[in-house]
DNA sequence: TCGCAATTATGTTTTACAGCACAAATTTAC
DNA sequence: GTAAATTTGTGCTGTAAAACATAATTGCGA
């Protein structure tokens, strides 16, 4: 357990956005009620199906969201990062979660009740507007990885994923090497392809000098050309 | 021009889930600022990269939300049938149309300016949640589709999208005819296949005793093979 | 009502990618 | 510190679906 005087920190330093729309009165609310978790490497913060009761921010680590389609094959969704909030999604729309979230490497998280983030809303308009750009957003990107995975051919879509890579989880100081280290099916799964395929492109790339891989770590020394991959499909 | 009886009229017995979420004063408001306009058939209503400005309110016909892709390659990504409302997503998320909405047949649209919804979000917690609620089903929709449309067979996606044309637009009087006649290329444009690739299918599906087709009539016969058939993939 | 354009239909060819098999390398477990 | 399991890497084969070609049919505008 973390004390209060930490807790307070975390809070008021990282929840930016929707923490500045709170009343005083209001953050107590929060803070009241906020809950810290840690998660192990791979581990399930909630799954498919199940009942949609928090609101989750992730305060450290990196959390994926996916789901299972056809024959248990697996689509990555959307990424988190710090400081992001998910979770929220199924509550609103009145139903069981479509999709499940899990830590791709160790993460803390914080929880708040869904029921206390609703009264926060109802109380509070910033709030309410918080969401309705966060669920704008997420359905505008959702919206085009429809059209980039259906119509993208292989070497296009993992082009996309390392470009959303590295916008996402941002590169080392060496402004190249992406911040995530994630494993090859990882990466089939994010773009929608097979693991031998996503080891086979990533393999072509690199004899085309557009990335260097070591392991896991990725360096991309061509953005543009990767751009331009990404176009044409 | 529609005089403004006829439009309350409309209003106040279409808009249902908003209007009702709405004061006496708010209710004045959005009269005053509804525009009725009527579009033909295949008429665009706003297209990708434009600036959205306005919501829109389906009262009549019906409206397909698209997306152009690889090589001007269409998908349609979302259906709109009377009364629901469109056009929102990309002002939110404070961003350009990301898609177009064209009348699938001649339509009645009204529309409001986003800055006065936008005013009334800021004024009526009701309304907030119902943007948030359509939001937040939208983008599991969305996230669902990810996953149909990536995974699927040809099959299983053309079967899907008869279902769904069942759903959204409901069945003629001998509760197995789609009321909605579409182009075999919009069929294909719905489930990501070519259009020869529908009509191959459909062809397949009539000669399985599945449906039967006449032109552009399409009669559900057995829907819970449609299903199986959707499932599996 | 005629003629042109769009839509529907069907056959053939091509290819991108999944599926499978298996080997090498790396990580994990005990 | 060694065995087992997992991950990574490569080659080969099969096939689903695109691409292309060309009629036949329907719809539409002048």
Chains 1, 2 share one sequence.
């Not at 993208?152 to 996309?160: E, M, N, S």
Request: aromatic letters at 10%.
């Amino acid at each position: 357990m973390i004390k209060k005087s930490t807790l307070e920190y975390i809070i008021s330093h990282d929840l930016a956005d929707m923490w500045n729309a709170l009343t005083p009165e209001q953050k107590r609310v929060v803070t009241d009620n906020f809950v810290i978790h840690k998660f192990k490497k791979n581990q399930i913060i909630y799954a498919e199906s199940d009942t949609p009761e928090y609101l989750w921010c992730l305060l450290s680590g990196k959390v994926k969201m996916h789901k299972k389609g056809i024959g248990d094959r697996i689509q990555i969704l959307r990424l988190y990062r710090p400081v992001q909030y998910f979770g929220y999604r199924a509550y609103f729309a009145g139903e069981p979660y479509v999709s499940s979230a899990s830590a791709f490497e160790p993460s803390t998280l914080g929880s708040i009740p869904m029921k206390v983030v609703e009264s926060l809303i109802h109380a509070n308009n910033d709030l309410a507007m918080f969401f309705i750009h966060e669920l704008a957003c997420n359905l505008g990107g959702s919206d085009t990885k429809i059209v980039n995975l259906t119509q993208k051919h292989i070497r296009g879509r993992l082009a996309d994923a390392l470009l959303l890579l590295a916008d996402n989880y941002g590169l080392e100081d060496d402004d190249a090497t992406l911040k995530i280290y994630m494993s090859r099916e990882d990466l089939a799964n994010l773009s929608n392809m097979t693991t031998s395929n996503a080891i086979r492109t990533l393999t072509s790339f690199v004899s085309e000098k557009l990335i260097i891989v070591d392991g896991r770590r990725i360096k991309l020394i061509n953005r543009e050309a990767l751009k331009k991959i990404s176009k044409f499909g």
